[in-house]
């Protein structure tokens, strides 16, 4: 399915997708975080602890002055060495999402009205701990949402086929031991076909398979409704 006509929608509608955080448009403001090989202060010693990770996105929150820090999409990135789950003969770099990083339990909305598609525990050093997808059906469209590094609880008592609200709550961002060791955040990726996944979806890729990932996970800055 091409995602020109959907991404012309998601543009229009922008002004009216639910915050996926709590946000106030016009009086919360968010910072930017660059984790790719650009950023020489993100040394691996930072990255390769998620105890020092997590200081330095505290104190990367505190010198923006913002509530949250975003960004990602399409980013080639070095902190996935940390991993094995990123490894092989062509590592998997490229970010798929938006991630928005902010305090641990921090609630996640639907930014639009849908059905659980589906939910997992995704466990492991580098995966998505509690993982959400929702379904949306668009003028005719079905394309999906996908919530990563969730807690434990967030999946939780969630029945597929279940509709949700935009608004309605979907989670909340989990603490390491619980969202795949990573400082808390939640990964926000837009997919168009899941191609048979259910409570997962690959949200980094080899740079060499970009277009076809790019293609059917369009950007996702209009759908999280902070105004990006």
Same mark, same amino acid.
């Given at each position: 399915?091409?995602?020109?006509?959907?991404?012309?929608?998601?543009?229009?509608?922008?002004?009216?997708?639910? +915050? %996926?955080? +709590?946000?106030?448009?016009?009086?919360?403001?968010?910072?930017?975080?660059?984790?790719?090989?650009?950023?020489? $202060?993100?040394?691996?010693?930072?990255?390769?602890?998620?105890?020092?990770? @997590?200081?330095?996105?505290?104190? !990367?929150?505190?010198?923006? @002055? &913002?509530?949250?820090?975003?960004?990602? #999409? @399409?980013?080639?990135?070095?902190? #996935?060495?940390?991993?094995?789950?990123?490894?092989?003969?062509? +590592?998997?770099?490229?970010?798929? @999402?938006?991630?928005?990083?902010?305090?641990?339990? &921090?609630?996640? #909305?639907? /930014?639009? $009205?849908?059905?659980?598609?589906?939910?997992?525990?995704?466990?492991?050093?580098?995966?998505? $701990?509690?993982? %959400?997808?929702?379904?949306?059906?668009?003028? $005719?469209?079905?394309?999906?949402?996908?919530?990563?590094?969730?807690?434990?609880?967030?999946?939780?008592?969630?029945?597929?086929?279940?509709?949700?609200?935009?608004?309605?709550?979907?989670? !909340?961002?989990?603490?390491?031991?619980?969202?795949?060791?990573?400082? /808390?955040?939640?990964?926000?990726?837009?997919?168009?076909?899941?191609?048979?996944?259910?409570?997962?979806?690959?949200? %980094?890729?080899? #740079?060499?398979?970009?277009?076809?990932?790019?293609?059917?996970?369009?950007? /996702?800055?209009?759908?999280?409704?902070?105004?990006?």
């Amino acid at each position: 399915m091409n995602s020109k006509p959907l991404a012309q929608f998601w543009k229009e509608q922008a002004p009216f997708f639910q +915050p %996926v955080v +709590p946000f106030s448009k016009g009086l919360d403001r968010l910072g930017q975080l660059d984790l790719s090989s650009a950023n020489t $202060g993100l040394t691996e010693d930072i990255y390769s602890d998620v105890g020092r990770f @997590g200081n330095y996105i505290s104190k !990367e929150l505190a010198r923006s @002055g &913002t509530r949250y820090l975003a960004g990602g #999409y @399409g980013e080639l990135r070095k902190i #996935y060495v940390v991993s094995d789950l990123f490894s092989g003969t062509e +590592p998997r770099r490229l970010h798929l @999402g938006l991630d928005i990083w902010g305090p641990e339990y &921090t609630p996640v #909305y639907a /930014p639009a $009205g849908g059905v659980i598609h589906s939910t997992a525990w995704n466990e492991g050093q580098g995966d998505y $701990g509690g993982t %959400v997808i929702l379904r949306h059906e668009t003028g $005719g469209f079905t394309w999906h949402t996908l919530y990563g590094h969730l807690s434990a609880a967030s999946v939780r008592g969630k029945n597929v086929g279940k509709p949700l609200m935009a608004g309605d709550l979907v989670g !909340e961002l989990g603490i390491p031991a619980e969202n795949g060791y990573w400082p /808390p955040h939640l990964h926000f990726q837009v997919i168009i076909d899941m191609q048979g996944f259910k409570g997962d979806y690959p949200g %980094v890729c080899r #740079y060499s398979e970009r277009a076809n990932y790019l293609e059917n996970c369009p950007d /996702p800055a209009f759908v999280a409704g902070l105004g990006l």
